[in-house]
T-cell receptor, first 113, second 115 residues
Framework: GAGVSQSPRYKVAKRGQDVALRCDPI?????LFWYQQALGQGPEFLTY????????KSGLPSDRFFAERPEGSVSTLKIQRTQQEDSAVYLC???????????FGPGTRLLVL | AQSVAQPEDQVNVAEGNPLTVKCTYS??????LFWYVQYPNRGLQFLLK??????LVKGSYGFEAEFNKSQTSFHLKKPSALVSDSALYFC?????????????FGKGTTLSVSS
């Protein structure tokens, strides 16, 4: 009965460095979502997978952001050449299908110096 | 544009008193509405949802929410607040497009329950 897990929980990066954030969804959940939560704000949608297919990436803020889910389970969000404005909490959520309730992981707090 | 508004940044209530956290929405079509709670350094925890049916929805930890279509509101309520209810609460609406589905969140309301 494990929930959604994310790693690392905290990441400090120097400006210009590449980072990779991992999400392990609830076993059997077909749909996986990434959100970005800036300080004092609600989460904002980044991208959505159904199995291994990335069906919606309309929320990715720039081409420096890239997400993948190659085997339809674990997902990685990669940010290239990080900028200070990328500092935020990155939340992953999964649901049984795209129509069901989304369950969130604890998030990865990224600080870019 | 589809959106969610939480008009109060903070709600203060004494333990044992009823609480209300407000949410209004703007969507095209029928709304799918959610409430989540966030404790410090933790992810969002699902509280309850409205999809269809009875306008009064009951959820986790004694919380409930009332869907009001004419007022486009989905306020979160609890008859008797606990100090442990103190947290950040988010209202969200699910939107559908050709590519799939996502949640749009309000900016959040901090609930503070005093003993």
């Amino acid at each position: 009965g494990a929930g959604v897990s994310q790693s690392p929980r905290y990441k400090v990066a120097k400006r210009g460095q590449d980072v990779a954030l991992r999400c392990d969804p609830i076993s059997g959940h077909v749909s996986l979502f990434w959100y970005q939560q800036a300080l004092g704000q609600g989460p904002e949608f980044l991208t959505y997978f159904q199995n291994e297919a990335q069906l919606d990436k309309s929320g990715l803020p720039s081409d420096r952001f890239f997400a993948e889910r190659p085997e339809g389970s674990v997902s990685t969000l990669k940010i290239q050449r990080t900028q200070q404005e990328d500092s935020a909490v990155y939340l992953c959520a999964s649901s049984l299908t795209g129509q069901e309730t989304q369950y969130f992981g604890p998030g990865t707090r990224l600080l870019v110096l | 544009a589809q959106s969610v508004a939480q008009p109060e940044d903070q709600v203060n209530v004494a333990e044992g008193n009823p609480l209300t956290v407000k949410c209004t929405y703007s969507v095209s079509g029928n709304p799918y509405l959610f409430w989540y709670v966030q404790y410090p350094n933790r992810g969002l925890q699902f509280l309850l949802k409205y999809i269809t049916g009875d306008n009064l929805v009951k959820g986790s930890y004694g919380f409930e929410a009332e869907f009001n279509k004419s007022q486009t509101s989905f306020h979160l309520k609890k008859p008797s607040a606990l100090v442990s209810d103190s947290a950040l609460y988010f209202c969200a609406v699910r939107v559908f497009n050709q590519a799939g589905t996502a949640l749009i969140f309000g900016k959040g309301t901090t609930l503070s329950v005093s003993s």
